[in-house]
């Protein structure tokens, strides 16, 4: 019964902030990353921030030095934090747990993050 919950999505004006959490429950083994993903109409999803096994800390170019990713172990909850948002942030924004075996990745519903210009 493993689950991902994201919330914390809605809409904001381009300069503006949110804060990503991603609720974890069940049972999770074999695991090699988590973190956040986003994907916008007609274009692949893409990574935006994860946490490695290796305890390494992966960005894409596109928010780097404007989203954190970080997370609370006793609460089993990650968190992006995105500032000085851009419409070309828009984009639903999944949870992720990467894993070593099948199924090879879990992933939350999304949530719908819209700014706007």
């Known amino acids: 019964q493993v689950q991902l919950v994201e919330s914390g999505g809605g809409l904001v004006q381009a300069g503006g902030s949110l804060k990503l959490s991603c609720a974890a429950s069940?049972?999770?083994?074999?695991?090699?990353?988590m973190g956040w993903y986003r994907q916008a109409p007609g274009k692949q999803r893409e990574l935006v921030a994860t946490?490695?096994?290796?305890?390494?800390?992966n960005y894409a170019e596109s928010v780097k030095g404007r989203f954190t990713i970080s997370r609370d172990n006793a609460k089993n909850t990650v968190y992006l934090q995105m500032n000085s948002l851009k419409p070309e942030d828009t984009a639903v924004y999944y949870c992720?747990?990467?894993?070593?075996?099948?199924?090879?990745?879990?992933w939350g519903q999304g949530t719908q993050v819209t700014v706007s210009s």
């Open positions: 946490f490695t096994s290796g305890g390494s800390i």
């Open positions: 069940g049972i999770f083994f074999s695991i090699s990353a």
């Open positions: 992720n747990v990467g894993r070593t075996s099948r199924p090879y990745n879990y």
